[in-house]
């Protein structure tokens, strides 16, 4: 059974930096579609950060991000711990928001930010930036 568990959320002022951190057992994330998403109240979840390996590929992969997060935000992932970071830098209060990783073994790039591929889910960590 796959678990996916996120921490590293927490409240914040704007400008200031957090590192979300996605640890999974029953699955290993090795290729395929890694992502986050987030969610804040009364709006559709949408992803932020992804990492693709195309699926049975080594390698490091090609990331994928929301406009407003680049240069700001970055998804990474470390073999060894088999966990998903997102560092998040430059916070703004638009980035309030619960936040989920998300992983998908069999998808194609185009699938990374499509909420409805993914059938591996944690149960989010929110993330409070203030003004």
């Known amino acids: 059974q796959v678990h996916l568990v996120e921490s590293g959320g927490g409240s914040v002022q704007a400008g200031g930096s957090l590192r979300l951190s996605c640890a999974a057992s029953?699955?290993?994330?090795?290729?395929?579609?890694m992502a986050w998403f987030r969610q804040a109240p009364g709006r559709e979840r949408e992803g932020v950060a992804a990492?693709?390996?195309?699926?049975?590929?080594?390698?490091?992969?090609?990331?994928y991000y929301l406009d407003s997060v680049k240069g700001r935000f970055t998804v990474s992932r470390d073999s060894a711990k088999n966990t998903l970071y997102l560092q998040m830098s430059s916070l703004k209060p638009e980035d309030t928001a619960m936040y989920y990783c998300?992983?998908?073994?069999?998808?194609?790039?185009?699938?990374?930010?499509?909420?409805?591929?993914?059938?591996?889910w944690g149960q989010g960590t929110q993330v409070t930036v203030s003004s």
């Open positions: 998300a992983a998908l073994r069999q998808c194609w790039n185009y699938d990374v930010f499509n909420t409805r591929r993914y059938n591996n």
């Open positions: 990492l693709y390996i195309a699926t049975g590929t080594t390698g490091p992969g090609d990331t």
């Open positions: 029953g699955y290993i994330f090795s290729d395929g579609c």
